[in-house]
RNA sequence: GGGGUCGUAGUUAAGCUGGUUAUAACGCCGGCCUGUCACGCCGGAGGCCGUGGGUUCAAGUCCCAUCGACCCCGCCA
């Protein structure tokens, strides 16, 4: 069994072999694909890292080895010796990459055995996630996620070298900080030699890289995990990694530019992609009017437009009456709504009722007029001026939702985003980028009845809108700007306040005392008073990146151990109780 | 915290209005097979129907609870 690996060494990859290497001898290492056993001549598909390639074994060519190879089962890991040769003609595979050549074995060591394991692993074969995470090792194995991850790796190697290559620093910050109870919920650490004290997990390295500006570093740069303790989606975890970046002495233009240029500079390297730059902008306000959300997909249209004005009077009561009320009526326009059934459209209410929308209707327009169950209600006038301001010819399909417009936008929003995918209106191979600017600097929040920062209390003020924070924060802009990629949001930063009097009128607007303000950031307003350079900066979610430019449709299939909707791990079978010495040793006690 | 979909063999699924021994495919085991490539043919093994309780003469199927996976809302500055 020993001796193969000091007696030879490995010559190729699998999956690198073709026809160029017909002839020669070579040494190949990996696992049992699949077997195909003919009773004479046994094929087996070896695969590692690079790919798969037939190794054959046959008795004329060596009759011990193939007597060995009979005892060969799936995931067994190999080591063969053999001859690489063109396959006799009519036998090539087109559909494998190395299918011009196979492998005639004359010498095999099974360097290991392996259980069978619990699932197949091809692309045809499908299985559960749970199962999938419980032995993640051999899901692993697959090469689909295999290409996600080496794939990621080459996207994180090509940002570096974009940084390094523009004059970035890539300095690590600390994953034992402090608590900031703004924002998402921490994941806290406690702290062994002070007891009863905890360390959070960042958040993200924010405060840090801010530091790192006032300490003249200019460009800094790090490819971080950040940990929120918060719900998890199709696109979040607890635990993900950012591109983060900080820069002085630039204006929210240098800070778009520059990373406009980063991102274009990945999709060439790793996907051979050129993107046209500068990408498309579109203001907060736009954004939210014309898609309903902040992070609009821009790859289909379903624009909304607002019908208040011309339905406020209508005789349609439920219109009417949500207008008066100050709520507002909008619509979106399906040019071609044949594939839509009188059922779909009705079920549509239960879509938006997932938004707490209260009012759906909906209009085919044909020539004549339009199918609507709300049609009867309508003045000819009122049917002629929607028509109009939708754009709507003869097929089209209008779908209107009336409430606050709040809740209009959020249920348009999603609505048109569920009908593009339905209706296969979304161009699978595009990447449409779209940054977002212009968001205001405050919102205010109705569950803690004041105003909370949008982005977050370091962000900086237009500086024409600096007067008015304290009189009208609502309307107050920030220097604030959000990269977009097929509606997700990827990317998010901001130029900072580097003056302790602004950064002091904010506070003030968020109705943080000043006490409390010290107590949470005490040693970043310090830090204001020491010749602190303007500065800005921006963080790439890496995780959503790499599933965008892998088409992965779930954040785990891009991240190598993921957790689990309820943040647990099955593999490890994290998190687990501990022992209550170890909960002494830190001064705790578990409460229930 | 809330809404939804789903838990049946190793895996993926079927199982109707409750009724005999719970099906299939793949995988697995054995046999045959010297050119397959998702090899083929013959045979075989394999089940706490997620868990607990209830209704019933009878439960995979109905009801309640609970655990878990996924999707969504809230949440995620």
Redesign the pocket.
């Known amino acids: 069994m020993t001796g193969f690996l000091t007696r030879r060494k490995r010559t190729h990859y699998c999956g690198h072999l073709k026809a160029s290497h017909a002839g020669e001898d070579v040494v190949l290492m990996g696992w049992v694909n ?1 077997r ?6 046994i ?1 087996i ?1 070896l695969r590692d890292r690079e790919g798969l390639v ?1 190794v ?1 074994f ?3 060519v060596n009759p011990d080895c193939h007597a060995e190879a009979g005892r060969i ?2 995931e067994f890991v190999l080591a063969v010796h053999g001859r690489v040769r063109r ?2 003609e009519g ?3 087109p ?2 990459g190395t ?1 011009d050549v ?1 492998v005639m074995a004359d010498e095999l060591e099974i360097m290991n055995e392996s259980k ?1 394991p ?3 692993l ?1 692309q ?8 999938r995470l419980k032995f993640r090792y051999l899901d692993l194995r697959r090469p689909e996620i295999q290409r996600n991850l080496i794939l990621r790796s080459g996207i994180a190697a090509a940002a570096r070298d974009f940084f390094y290559r523009n004059g970035f620093i890539e300095i690590e910050t600390p994953f034992l900080t402090k608590s900031t109870p ?4 921490d994941y806290l650490v406690p702290s062994r030699v002070n007891p009863g004290t905890f360390f959070a997990l960042p ?2 390295p ?1 405060i840090f890289k801010q530091l790192l500006m006032v300490s003249g570093f200019d460009r800094y740069f790090q490819i971080v995990k950040c940990f ?1 303790d ?7 975890q607890p635990e993900f990694t950012q591109i983060d970046v900080e820069m002085s002495f630039v204006s929210e233009e240098d800070v778009v530019r520059i990373m406009e240029e980063m991102i274009a500079h990945l999709f060439r390297t790793c996907l051979g992609r050129d993107l046209v730059l500068p990408f498309p902008r579109i203001s907060y306000r736009d954004a939210m009017s014309r898609f309903g959300k902040d992070s609009p997909d821009t790859r289909f249209g379903l624009e909304l437009r607002d019908l208040t004005d011309i339905l406020k009077g209508s005789g349609f009561k439920l219109f009417s009456e949500i207008a008066s009320g100050g709520g507002s009526i909008q619509a979106i326009k399906v040019d071609d709504g044949k594939s839509l059934s009188r059922k779909d459209l009705d079920d549509l209410k239960d879509f938006v009722s ?2 707490s929308a209260a009012g759906l209707a909906w209009a085919r327009v044909n020539p004549e007029g339009w199918t609507s169950p709300i049609f009867k209600f309508l003045t000819p006038g009122e049917v002629t001026a929607i028509t109009e301001k939708m754009g709507a010819r003869a097929g089209a399909v209008i779908i209107f939702v009336a409430d606050s417009p709040g809740v209009v936008r ?1 249920a348009l929003g ?1 609505l048109r985003i569920h009908l593009a995918e339905k209706l296969g209106l979304i161009d699978p191979k595009a990447f449409a980028f779209t940054w977002v600017t212009g968001f205001p600097l405050f919102e205010f929040s109705e ?1 803690e009845k004041r105003y ?6 370091f962000t900086a003020p237009v500086p024409d809108d600096v007067p008015f924070i304290e009189s009208d924060p609502g309307s107050v802009h920030a220097q604030a700007y959000d990269l977009v990629l097929n509606g997700s949001e990827i990317g998010g930063g901001s130029i900072r306040i580097h003056r302790k009097e602004v950064q002091a009128l904010i506070f003030k607007a968020l109705g943080l005392g000043e006490e409390e303000a010290r107590n949470k950031f005490g040693f970043l307003l310090d830090a204001l008073e020491y010749g602190t350079p303007p500065h800005g900066g921006i963080a790439f979610g890496l995780d959503r990146l790499v599933m965008m430019m892998t088409g992965a449709d ?1 954040i ?1 299939d891009v991240i190598a151990f993921p957790k ?3 943040a ?1 791990c ?1 593999l490890t079978d994290a998190p687990s109780r501990v022992s209550v010495e170890q909960l002494m040793e830190l001064s705790l006690k578990i409460a229930t």
């Open positions: 699949r195909r056993d003919h009773g004479g001549v094929f598909d037939q054959v046959n008795p004329d089962r799936n396959r006799p036998m090539e595979n559909d494998l299918g196979e069978t619990p699932f197949v091809d045809m074969t499908d299985v559960s996630e749970n199962v703004e924002g998402a919920r958040q993200s924010q929120r918060e719900d998890l989606r199709a696109d979040r997932r938004f959020d999603h569950t909370v920062s949008t982005h977050h209390p779930s785990r689990t909707q309820k647990a099955p």
